[in-house]
């Protein structure tokens, strides 16, 4: 009986905040209907066009937000690798690519993965060379 009290007057002190939720989250669900009907109504390559323009649009965003994650990943295996110097490279580098496939998966579907790793490891330099400056900056 307590817990029924507790659960009325917790409804009762939040109804605004609860019917806001509902209402948005009503209206994301209609959304979604609308957008579901919209695509069912399109043909087989409207519809073909339309996951590919979202593939591309998912993977530019990928692109985007790759320097940053980079960035970080690079910052990340310098540190963790410190004690082993620079003899290990490539291994640094084939973790930060790893983990940039992992955390953005789309990144598969690029047709021309060779010049997807280009860029990746044109990143992967930059970010090099930022990290190697703060170091140097933080050692004087």
Same mark, same amino acid.
């Given at each position: 009986?307590?817990? $029924?009290?507790?659960? #009325? ?8 905040? #609860?019917? +806001? #939720? ?5 209206? $994301?669900?209609? %959304? +979604?209907? !609308? @957008?579901?009907? !919209? ?6 390559? @409207? ?11 998912? *993977? @530019?965003?990928? !692109?985007? +937000? ?6 970080? /990943? ?7 690798? %410190? ?10 580098? %084939?973790?930060? *690519? ?9 990144? /598969?579907?690029?047709? &021309?993965? &060779?010049?997807? /790793?280009?860029?990746? &490891?044109?990143?992967? &330099?930059?970010? /090099?060379?930022?990290?190697? @400056?703060?170091? !140097?900056?933080?050692?004087?």
């Amino acid at each position: 009986m307590e817990g $029924l009290m507790k659960l #009325i007057n917790f409804i009762q002190e939040n109804w605004g905040m #609860i019917v +806001a #939720i509902a209402t948005a989250l009503f209206g $994301l669900y209609q %959304a +979604a209907k !609308r @957008e579901i009907m !919209r695509f069912k109504a399109m043909s087989e390559a @409207e519809q073909q066009n339309a996951i590919h323009e979202a593939q591309n649009k998912a *993977i @530019e965003e990928a !692109r985007k +937000a790759l320097a940053t994650i980079i960035l970080k /990943l690079c910052s990340e295996a310098e540190i963790a690798w %410190a004690d082993a110097g620079s003899k290990l490279g490539p291994v640094k580098r %084939a973790e930060v *690519i790893d983990a940039c496939f992992t955390k953005y998966p789309v990144l /598969l579907t690029v047709t &021309d993965q &060779d010049e997807l /790793l280009a860029y990746i &490891d044109k990143l992967i &330099d930059e970010a /090099l060379k930022t990290v190697r @400056e703060k170091i !140097r900056v933080e050692n004087q």
